[in-house]
């Protein structure tokens, strides 16, 4: 409970208070933190009494003397749940430092509550990603599976539909207080399930009410717009299908499909609504290279080609439409395209060849 990287911390918050030396010891009297770096290993036998009589313990200058490893101060013992798990000990004139022993103490025992608060909700999380990971690739259930689900509280018999967001933030966008938010979202079911996933993901499986029309749909929205006002940053969104607690592997997969397939200006889509990106998805990564590398990869020195295609994609082939996007005349988009089909043979005015450079630029982006 009181461990050595705490107890320093401790020493040092309490010596933003008082100007004095600071020891913090374990219930064995052995000294763990101190500003005296000498102390530290030693033995101090006022702390231990104060550890056993659980009360406050002045030390006097002929007490020094008398006990071992101590000095004029007080002891104080650091409660946490009812039980002494250390005591911090002031050393100085026992009149002058006594008026701050309550507050210092205090303050002690809300770090160690912090901590292990910290603690135990980093495991909580932590458990549930882990057991999540499991459950979407264990092929079958084991006892201990099955005993893993009950202590987490997840229940194995009700169906899910799997959510998986993604945020364009680095690894430290979820610190405590702002994932307590989100797995406080109040309008969470009892029996769903919320978890971090990975770095910039958040995994929600939802219990799909089906005497709601739109129901799953309507909360994907308000769930995404929640963590977008909470995380004050883009949030994607993709959600599969509805499936049987043993399948779940495959909504799993579904969200991550149709979280790939989230463009710039569609940040939240539905598996279900895929049609094309259902076969992009399939075809490997190795596959898509060599398609860009025989099709656009004379483009890919000149930005501004690539832009213009890309920008003609996005303005679905409207030559009027791109060339006010580009803030260019429509004869040097005709150049351009002109340009583009001498690079590689492929003309954005035939339907076939437009296909193969849409594709291309698809792969690309991936």
Not at 57 to 73: F, R
Not at 151 to 172: F, G, P, W
Not at 291 to 315: A, G, M, W, Y
Request: aromatic share 8%; charged share 25%.
């Amino acid at each position: 409970m009181l461990y050595k990287e705490l107890a320093e911390k401790i020493v040092s918050e309490v010596r933003r208070l008082l100007d004095e030396d600071i020891i913090v010891v374990d219930i064995n009297g052995m000294i763990i933190a101190s500003t005296n770096s000498i102390r530290v290993g030693t033995f101090h036998e006022g702390a231990l009494l104060a550890s056993q009589r659980k009360e406050k313990l002045i030390i006097s200058e002929e007490d020094q003397a008398v006990l071992k490893g101590v000095k004029a101060g007080i002891n104080l013992p650091i409660f946490f749940q009812g039980n002494v798990v250390g005591v911090i000990g002031i050393t100085g004139k026992p009149e002058a430092i006594s008026p701050f022993g309550e507050i210092i103490r205090k303050m002690t025992e809300l770090l160690i509550s912090e901590s292990y608060y910290t603690e135990q909700f980093d495991w909580q999380s932590r458990s549930v990603e882990a057991f999540l990971l499991d459950w979407f690739y264990l092929k079958e259930w084991n006892e201990r599976f099955i005993d893993r689900a009950h202590l987490l509280n997840i229940d194995l018999n009700i169906n899910r539909q799997v959510m998986i967001a993604e945020v364009t933030q680095d690894s430290a966008f979820l610190h405590r207080d702002v994932w307590l938010s989100i797995l406080s979202w109040h309008e969470k079911g009892e029996s769903e399930v919320i978890s971090r996933w990975g770095n910039n993901r958040i995994i929600y499986l939802l219990c799909p009410q089906k005497q709601k029309t739109n129901y799953s749909r309507n909360k994907a929205k308000r769930f995404q717009q929640f963590l977008t006002e909470c995380l004050k940053t883009d949030v994607s969104l993709g959600v599969g299908l509805t499936i049987s607690p043993t399948e779940i592997t495959q909504s799993y997969h579904q969200a991550i499909r149709a979280l790939n397939a989230c463009k710039t200006n569609r940040h939240l889509i539905f598996d279900e609504d895929l049609a094309l990106d259902m076969i992009l998805d399939e075809i490997s990564q190795q596959t898509k290279d060599d398609f860009v590398q025989r099709t656009i990869e004379p483009l890919l020195s000149d930005e501004e080609l690539v832009l213009t295609l890309k920008t003609l994609i996005e303005n679905h082939f409207s030559l009027k439409n791109t060339a006010h996007t580009l803030h260019i005349h429509i004869n040097t988009l005709h150049y351009r395209l002109k340009k583009i089909t001498e690079l590689t043979n492929l003309n954005p005015r035939n339907t076939d060849d437009l296909f193969v450079l849409y594709l291309a630029i698809q792969f690309l982006d991936n």
